[in-house]
């Protein structure tokens, strides 16, 4: 089992950047695939990105390929997703996301996700 605590929101100017962590406990970490999605209120729940166990393969959505990066620090059980070129259409909550034994593509279904954080308001502004 594992525990998930988002930090790094805010409100930003839009073309700014930002970067959210996700602070896991536990000591297998590193056996989660790890990814974040966000939400805004009467919608639901959109994958953003995901990252596999060691790192190596990562995986976007759509609207934010080539503005955000996810990465994973296993020796601090840390994932970041770092956002740059920040538009009004991404302001929403972030959360984090954890799952084992699934691979990075299956990531972007909500139901095959057992562990979330608590989430993290990011508000761009225009």
């Known amino acids: 089992q594992v525990q998930l605590v988002e930090s790094g929101g805010g409100l930003v100017q839009a073309g700014g950047s930002l970067r959210l962590s996700c602070a896991a406990s536990g000591r297998t970490f590193s056996s989660y695939v790890m990814g974040w999605f966000r939400q805004v209120p009467g919608k639901e729940r959109e994958f953003v990105a995901a990252?596999?166990?060691?790192?190596?393969?990562?995986n976007y959505a759509g609207t934010v390929k080539g503005r955000f990066t996810i990465s994973r620090d296993n020796a601090k059980n840390t994932v970041y997703l770092q956002m740059n070129s920040l538009k009004p259409e991404d302001t929403a909550v972030y959360y984090c996301?954890?799952?084992?034994?699934?691979?990075?593509?299956?990531?972007?279904?909500?139901?095959?996700?057992?562990?979330w954080g608590q989430g993290t308001q990011v508000t761009v502004a225009s």
């Open positions: 996301a954890g799952q084992r034994g699934i691979t990075v593509a299956s990531m972007t279904r909500t139901n095959e996700i057992d562990y």
């Open positions: 990252v596999s166990t060691s790192g190596l393969i990562t």
